[in-house]
């Protein structure tokens, strides 16, 4: 079983690697623009008369030596090419014997079955490496049994090949090589449109060094074949993302039901969107149930979220259902800020208020933190904020909060903060950092838990508030 810091954790180690798969992708577009670029000029260093080519340059039968601006991308080309590539490729023959201009355009679509090859080959690439990862990851988490571990390196094969459909998708299924054939077919379709926009006022060598292959920002608003490549680009790179992410997710569903989990929350990414976040707190889940979300196909396109199971051994000799369990994971998402800033301003909906209920028991059942150490509690404000917090504890030799208050065994601000708590006694807060962030090492205390102030310092960097928990 994994905790919430691990996930997170996790989490950054895939976008890490997803960062490298980027570049690799990128390099190949990249070098596609140079490679289109070089055709192109070779075509009107061919085909212009005076400077300029225009359609009338290309309206003469094929010839021999036509037809070797095709054998040269032609050959280039690996022997092992799959059947949409061998498909693209008898198509492309075949229309460049019709006009010069039917040419041109197998020619650019030959030289960009190479690119889509080599696109396809890292991606697959990347999924196979995804597969093998996540295995590798599970089982140094988990304790597998021989034959789940078996079954589990089983799965991993099955879900590398670029053929296999997730039970997670839908019926409406377009395998991801089908989904980059068809991008390669969209790439060709705009850089013939690029093509006949210039012969159609006359291609001078300068339109195709400021208009077709642009090198500034202000020339990339119009469309243009860098533009085009770029596109091409981030459609792979959105592939890659999210298949790798949907066989490691097949790869956590199969560990769930090795390990009899029942329930799983939604660990997020950093900088969520809305929809993500909505899952998160929405959990948790059902294992196995076909209405319960699942990473990507229930989220969107390059989503790096985590499923987490919420049950385990440690929770269970607390007393600690898996509702509770998910309840924590849920607190220590994002959903910790909305709930507190509605119970200090008082504007409890009726889902929040079920919360407070349910959690309010689960912090009863947890041990109480023991530490002698003091804890931390950082507030980050600007000025005004500042001042207006001080005058509010200026008031009373007491603080209170009406919503939970969060501290830190840790230095969690670093130096960040512009005020800082040090609850020198305390008796009970309870240690939720397992289900938290990585770092914030976070002790929960209940809400309207009375601290007394006993002493402060403004000498320092930060104004130091000195408090005590009242039993």
Known sequence: MTTVQQEKKRIEQLLSRDDKTDKQLEAVYNEGVDMLKAIINEIFTKYAI????????????????DMMLLKRQFDKLPDDLELPAKEREEYYIAVSQNSQKSLITAVVGMALIGL??????????????????????????????????????????QVAQPEYK?????????SWPERLWLDHDRLL???????????????????????????????????????????????????????AASREDELDEQAFKAKKVKYFGWVTEKGACKKCIAISLAGPYKV?????????????????????????????????SEKDIALLQKYTSSYAYKINDNLRRGTLSDEDKDFVHSFDSVLSKMPKYTSAKPLNRDYF??????????????????????????????????????????????????????YGVEGE????????????????????????IYLEEQT
Not at 201 to 225: C, H, L, W, Y
Not at 385 to 412: E, H, I, M, P
């Open 50 to 65: 005076d400077g300029v080519l225009v359609p009338a340059n290309l309206s003469h039968k094929v010839t021999r030596s």
């Open 116 to 157: 889509t090859y080599k696109a396809k080959s890292i991606i697959h690439s990347n999924n196979q490496t995804a597969a093998k990862e996540e295995v590798d990851y599970l089982k140094k988490n988990n304790s597998f049994t021989k034959t789940q571990q078996k079954r589990l390196n089983q799965k991993a094969k």
């Open 166 to 174: 997730l039970p997670s998708q839908n019926d409406i299924y377009v």
């Open 189 to 243: 379709n705009r850089i013939d449109d690029n093509i006949n926009i210039m012969l159609k006022k006359g291609m001078t060598p300068a339109d195709i060094a400021d208009v077709m292959f642009p090198g500034n920002a202000e020339s990339m608003r119009q469309d243009n074949i860098p533009k085009a490549m770029r596109d091409a680009a981030i459609s792979a790179k959105r592939i890659a993302r999210s298949e």
């Open 288 to 320: 196995g149930d076909p209405d319960s979300p699942r990473i990507p196909s229930s989220s969107h396109p390059n989503c790096r979220c985590r499923r987490i199971p919420v049950d385990g051994d440690e929770e269970k000799s607390q007393g600690l």
């Open 381 to 434: 404000f600007d000025d005004e904020g500042l001042n207006d917090f001080f005058q509010k504890l200026n008031k009373s030799k007491y603080f209170v909060d009406s919503a939970y208050a969060s501290t830190s065994k840790g230095d969690y601000g670093q130096g960040e903060q512009q005020l800082r708590f040090i609850i020198k006694k305390h008796y009970n807060g309870v240690d939720i950092s397992k």
């Open 441 to 464: 090492d976070e002790v929960l205390f209940p809400r309207h838990t009375v601290f007394k102030i006993v002493g402060k310092d403004a000498k320092g960097a930060f104004p130091i």
